[in-house]
RNA sequence: GGGCGCGUAGCUCAAUUGGCAGAGCAACUGACUCUUAAUCAGUAGGUUGUAGGUUCGAUUCCUACCGCGCUCACCA
């Protein structure tokens, strides 16, 4: 049994030539420790640089075990983080440091580091925070000077000694021993403009991470909003639960799934893209306020506002409707803004997102208040009743605006969707909340009780983006039946998106489900919104990437 | 999938009209016991994303491909 070391070259990171040599580089079997320590094999060695930092600090680290140390040891005992030794003693003046002597241990990554002689000075970054030691040889002894002499920025330790304040003022550890805890064998990146490869930033996320403080900043916020979300809805009685990500019916929206196969079983199964209809059945089993905070999975395009996984939260509250919702959901969100940031204000390029003030009208309303100059007369309420007033509203809209394509055999509803998405998703910065919905493209909602063609169900946008859907859940297992049949008839029309049929579901309702209002929030989104982060990527620690080639040997396959 | 743009040292970037591929940081050697983008002296590091083409000569022009970004379409 040999196992293998595989190093992955910094030379992938430059995007540079001769991957294949590189990435296939192989080291000795580790199980020969000899055959290890040896020299690289020359013929794989095309990239001597690479290759060369790395031995160098392989023999670094082999240099501090000689001098006492543990290469990779297995813990280290601290007193303080970074971070709270900046919080506590940022104020300490100089002498107060040393009348009452505060001493530390604290471990950190060397972010930078300045050997003068018999002295030096180097950078900690610990929590995305960084704080200065100095290392005196006369204070640290002979064998832990050499091991300071032998570190490299990226390495890992540990320092003990007391807290003082260096003559130009910065707050920083006097040393009086050091203790080395992990080495880095590949170099960061530069230390002034840090890693901005967009590509590499997102391929190499620990880097990046390492790198930019900013980036460690968004994902704090991140988790701070899915704990407000948490922490809102748990304190509103509702429970969290986890259903199917693999579902033999992929229902509960509109879009592509993923495929896979269960061997043992031999059943196709979809990656879930939706928890809807999963979330519903247990609201018929008594759960009357159920909550989920998970990922979905759509097999459409990726582009700056889609990953193919992304996170949603959805919600249902029984004996509650769309307008309880919208209400809930509005508060829910604002609640997360302030946990967030601090305040219901937030930065979104040229614009101030103002959550404590949501607007809201009707799909309709937003049509028609949103509707183009160069389009005419703004419409009126009876231009959505009929098909053929939708196809006229359509061509008016067409002579002021971006073309939308008119398919008459599309339902009105659907086309009168596609006609608010072109004149008032652009205009939807504010936080607004966007209600009635056409029936032909809502058909998990309930309709409005006096105009069936229209569904109790909102969305809210913000950003010119979609970040919540809610409605009136429908309950009623003949209608719901009625909608799968006609979005089973979209699908042969050729809407590969459409909703399938799933007979369970309706069997579910069929024991009565309550009334419910349910809402969807994508989380990615609105951690964009909250962070000032205009591409999804940026919000998601491991975006998906065209997976890295392995090979320049192997011929390239043309694109099909 | 369509359109536009980018790819040069580990990182961040230069290279005039097509004419010897460079700098800073990082790395290495040496000096330096309060520096902080430490400083000073020296050294090394490149198949310019890949493959072809045009040319006496290609980082530069052309074609295809690979990867990334922006954008349109689809979607949340």
């Not at 580089?25 to 199980?31: E, G, K, T």
């Not at 040393?98 to 929590?127: D, P, T, W, Y």
């Amino acid at each position: 049994m040999t196992s293998v070391l595989v190093i992955v070259c910094p030379a992938i990171l430059a995007k540079s030539a001769n991957h294949s040599a590189c990435y296939n580089l192989i080291f000795p079997a580790l199980s020969d420790p000899a055959a290890f320590d040896g020299p690289i094999d020359k013929r794989r060695s095309i990239l001597a640089l690479d290759e060369k930092i790395y031995e160098l600090r392989r023999d670094k680290l082999k240099q501090i075990e000689a001098l006492g140390q543990e290469a990779y040891p297995r813990k280290y005992d601290f007193t303080h983080i970074v971070p709270q030794i900046l919080a506590h003693y940022s104020a300490s003046a100089g002498e107060q440091l040393e009348a009452s002597r505060v001493n530390v241990r604290v471990a950190g990554r060397i972010m930078a580091i300045r050997l003068m002689g018999k002295a030096g000075f180097a950078h900690l970054q610990q929590g995305g925070q960084k704080l200065q030691i100095y290392v005196k040889k006369d204070a640290v002894g002979e064998k832990d000077f050499e091991l300071y002499k032998l570190l490299d920025l990226g390495d890992h330790i540990g320092v003990s000694g007391y807290l003082f304040r260096t003559r130009t003022g910065e707050l920083s550890i006097h040393v009086e021993e050091i203790t080395f805890l992990s080495k880095d064998l590949l170099p960061l990146p530069e230390k002034w403009h840090g890693l901005t490869d967009v590509e590499l930033r997102y391929r190499q996320r620990y880097v990046d991470l390492a790198m930019n403080p900013e980036v460690r900043e968004v994902f704090v916020k991140r988790s701070k909003l899915v704990q407000s979300l948490r922490r809102f809805l748990d304190s509103h009685d509702f429970i969290e639960v986890e259903t199917p990500m693999m579902q033999q019916v992929a229902g509960g929206a509109a879009a592509r799934p993923f495929t896979t196969h269960h061997n043992t079983l031999d059943v196709d199964l979809y990656l879930r893209i939706a928890p809807e209809l999963y979330l519903k059945r247990l609201t018929v089993g008594g759960f009357d306020r159920v909550y989920e905070i998970n990922r979905n999975f759509r097999n459409e395009g990726i582009s700056t506002r889609h990953n193919p996984e992304f996170t949603m939260l959805e919600f249902y509250q029984a004996y509650a409707d769309f307008r309880t919702a919208m209400d809930f959901t509005q508060k829910l969100i604002q609640q997360a803004a302030v946990d967030v940031n601090g305040t219901a204000k937030s930065k979104w390029g040229a614009h101030e997102i103002d959550w404590s003030n949501f607007h809201r009208m009707t799909m309709r309303e937003a049509i028609i208040h949103y509707w183009p100059e160069g389009s005419g007369a703004k419409p009126e309420l009876s231009d959505f009743a009929t098909q053929d007033s939708v196809k006229n509203l359509v061509e008016r809209f067409n002579k002021g605006h971006a073309h939308v394509a008119y398919d008459p055999k599309e339902p009105a509803g659907k086309t009168i969707a596609s006609l608010f998405e072109a004149a008032a998703e652009e205009h939807l910065i504010q936080p607004t909340v966007i209600y009635e919905f056409p029936t032909a493209i809502s058909p998990l909602s309930k309709q409005k009780a006096d105009e069936p063609e229209w569904t109790e169900r909102f969305e809210i946008y913000a950003g010119e983006m979609e970040i919540s859907n809610g409605f009136s859940e429908l309950n009623d297992p003949v209608e719901q039946r009625k909608r799968f049949e006609a979005q089973l008839s979209e699908r042969e029309r050729g809407d590969d998106e459409a909703h399938q049929m799933d007979e369970d579901y309706i069997r579910a309702l069929s024991y009565g489900m309550p009334p419910a209002g349910g809402v969807g929030v994508g989380v990615d989104r609105l951690c964009m919104l909250l962070t000032d982060s205009h591409t999804i990527r940026d919000v998601i620690l491991f975006p998906l990437l065209r997976p890295e080639k392995e090979s320049e040997a192997s011929p390239q396959e043309p694109e099909s």
